[in-house]
């Protein structure tokens, strides 16, 4: 990203085979904060002396670009001639147990508490679990069943 040197050698070797040997029908940038656009050369109006334009040359460019980016895209779109598409990451929420499942979660962890806080509860609590773990058909040793939730 140092505007002020010109690409390595074999930065640029690399844009030459692309254009001169392999000729592809496009190039496919994909991914946030390439190289490319960010290469010595005029901010705007970029001209055929600046690295972006000479190594890009004609060869169509595509640029999958992350949306909450919309900056950095544009400099791509500017400065190297992309044509961007854009993508927006899927919404991501932890999972959480529902219904019987959550109060027998629940349960274990109120028990786990007892043990160090209320010994003498704690029987009595574990009995509990034990009920709840049988009426769903799950396991009743209080380590398999945790791993069991924690699949659910």
């Keep these: 990203h140092d505007t002020t040197r010109p690409p390595h050698p074999q ?15 496009v190039i496919i940038h994909v991914g946030t904060h390439g190289t490319l656009e960010f290469l010595q050369g005029k901010e705007n109006a970029v ?9 890009i040359g004609d060869i169509p460019h595509v640029y999958i670009y992350y949306c909450g ?19 927006q ?9 529902d219904g019987e499942l ?8 109120e028990y786990r508490r007892s043990v160090t806080l209320m010994p003498q509860t704690s029987a009595e609590l574990l009995e509990q679990v034990h ?5 769903l058909h799950l ?10 939730l924690a699949r659910t």
């Design 11 to 25: 930065y640029a070797g690399f844009y030459t085979w692309l254009s001169q040997v392999w000729k592809p029908d």
């Design 139 to 148: 396991p009743t040793d209080l380590d398999e069943l945790e791993v069991e």
């Design 69 to 87: 980016n919309a900056a950095e895209g544009l400099i791509a779109r500017r400065r190297a001639h992309a044509v961007l598409v854009s993508y």
């Design 102 to 109: 959550a109060e027998l979660d629940d349960l274990i962890s």
């Design 47 to 55: 001209s055929a002396e600046c690295f972006p334009d000479m190594l």
């Design 131 to 135: 009920g709840r773990a049988t009426a």
């Design 89 to 97: 990451p899927p919404v991501m929420q932890p999972t959480r147990l």
